[in-house]
């Protein structure tokens, strides 16, 4: 592994502690909006007063523990891709747009295989709702294991998740690069660009990422949550689910939460990319590379 590579690794491990610990209380709010029995919810900000009112402010933050454990190999890995991705397409370092979304794609599918174990564990945590019978995360690995093993328990739901992490990531990189390479002409070059200014461009890639993969989201939610794992082809439960959610709550069913998904895109993204590209400059000067 080169020097460059290792960089990545940890400024990505920094940007996604960043993005967890910005993020977490929308994204409890995104998950219970996709998962809740019908009629239990009348809208987000219903499920934001419920969830104090009866567990208490912390229970926001529920489900945490899994993707902040997870998020230095999860995003690490995803920048450490995406860069591998962007020198395997072009040797030079300004790629077009479309290349950037190429690269930002192949990123997804690798990334789906750490991100689909933390976000079935973050899943099963954020549908508890204060009960007696609610368990802890170590019970709850325990419990998937034993009862599914590997495949159909700790990696329930990884091909949804490949089909989510592909266009969403397309969309991320592409949007935040063409955001910054604007900002870039404006100031003079890229490592001229001021830090509000990344943050407005990773809040722009964090809207492209949900606009691009939201109805996809909900299906993994219901997937990863449910008591038994899905049968048949990935394909095949993927369409069972999609028609499962218009059948029970129509259209407007597969996008059931994407404000607070929308609105925790904003802070979370834009820590996330503020804090990897400064980590990842900071690295640079350090170590030449």
């Not at 990334?111 to 933390?118: G, H, K, R, T, Y």
């Not at 028609?243 to 407007?252: F, N, P, Q, R």
């Given at each position: 592994m080169n020097l460059q590579t290792i960089n990545e690794l940890v400024a990505g491990s920094i940007g996604g502690a960043a993005?967890?610990?910005v993020g977490q209380p929308l994204d409890t709010i995104k998950t219970r909006a996709?998962?809740?029995?019908?009629?239990?919810?009348?809208?987000p900000m219903d499920i934001l007063m419920q969830t104090i009112r009866k567990e208490g402010f912390f229970a926001l933050y529920k489900g945490m523990a899994s993707p902040l454990l997870g998020i230095a190999g999860v995003n690490s890995l995803l920048f450490a891709a995406y860069g591998t991705s962007k020198r395997i397409l072009s040797p030079f370092p300004q790629l077009s747009l479309q290349q950037i979304a190429a690269a930002g794609a192949m990123a997804g599918a690798a990334?789906?295989?750490?991100?689909?174990?933390?976000e079935m564990f973050k899943i099963r945590m954020q549908g508890q709702y204060g009960g007696v019978g609610d368990k802890r995360l170590r019970d709850v690995a325990r419990e998937m294991w034993a009862q599914w093993g590997f495949r159909k328990g700790v990696m329930r739901g990884y091909w949804i998740t490949v089909a989510r992490e592909i266009p969403a990531y397309a969309g991320f990189y592409s949007?935040?690069?063409?955001?910054?390479?604007?900002?870039?002409?404006?100031y003079g070059g890229p490592t001229k660009v001021p830090v509000w200014a990344l943050l407005v461009s990773g809040a722009g890639g964090g809207i492209?990422?949900?606009l691009a993969c939201y109805p996809l989201d909900v299906v993994k939610s219901r997937v990863q949550l449910r008591d038994t794992p899905p049968t048949g082809t990935p394909v095949q439960y993927i369409a069972r689910e999609l028609?499962?959610?218009?059948?029970?709550?129509?259209?407007?069913?597969?996008f059931r939460g994407l404000s607070p998904s929308l609105l925790r895109s904003i802070p979370a993204a834009a820590s996330t990319f503020a804090a990897y590209e400064i980590t990842r400059e900071w690295l640079r000067e350090a170590t030449g590379v």
């Open positions: 993005q967890v610990l996709q998962i809740a029995p019908k009629g239990m919810f009348k809208g990334n789906a295989i750490l991100a689909s174990p933390v949007a935040f690069e063409f955001s910054r390479r604007k900002f870039a002409d404006r492209a990422y949900w028609l499962a959610v218009v059948h029970e709550g129509g259209w407007t069913g597969l």
